[in-house]
């Protein structure tokens, strides 16, 4: 049995990276998706609040698990028995980011290999900075999350409010 790891902060999740989930589901037999407890960059939602609106968003795909985590990428993949990681790719920036982390994972964890993934061109503009910021300033995030998401967005920064979007 093939597991992968897809980590991340996912604050909050989007298209793009339910994208990436799912199309990495289809070529390991079970995926976990981590959900990293302690990002360096500030965090909008809590570990526990980015795990529940992750697992809604895979939740129809039984070979997906989301969890959080703490401490290296390479030793959470460990414990859960990957030998990939997978990574998603939008711009040549990204891959940059992701060849540095690789080699250092590989430094690390000499068993553990990097697979990316091409986002798929209409998710390729997103990242949850943009999709926070766009939703802080009451614009319409339809296409870009899951309502679930929206809805949860909508209540951090406009309280009661509603923005509508699609899943």
Known sequence: M????YPGAFDPVHNGHIDIA?????IFDELVVGVYDTPAKQTTFS???RVQLMREALSEWPNIHVASYSGLTVNYARQVGATVVVRGLRVY???E?????ALANRKLAPEMDLICL???LQYSFLSSTIVKEIAKLG???????PSHVALALSRKYHGDAVTSAKP
Not at 2 to 5: E, Q, S, Y
Not at 22 to 26: G, T
Not at 139 to 145: I, L, N, S
């Open 47 to 49: 570990v526990s609040e």
């Open 2 to 5: 093939k597991t992968a790891l």
């Open 118 to 120: 091409m986002t798929s």
């Open 139 to 145: 614009g319409c995030v339809d296409g870009m999350v």
């Open 93 to 95: 920036s990204d891959f």
């Open 22 to 26: 799912s199309r990495a589901a289809l």
């Open 97 to 101: 980011l992701e060849y540095q982390m």
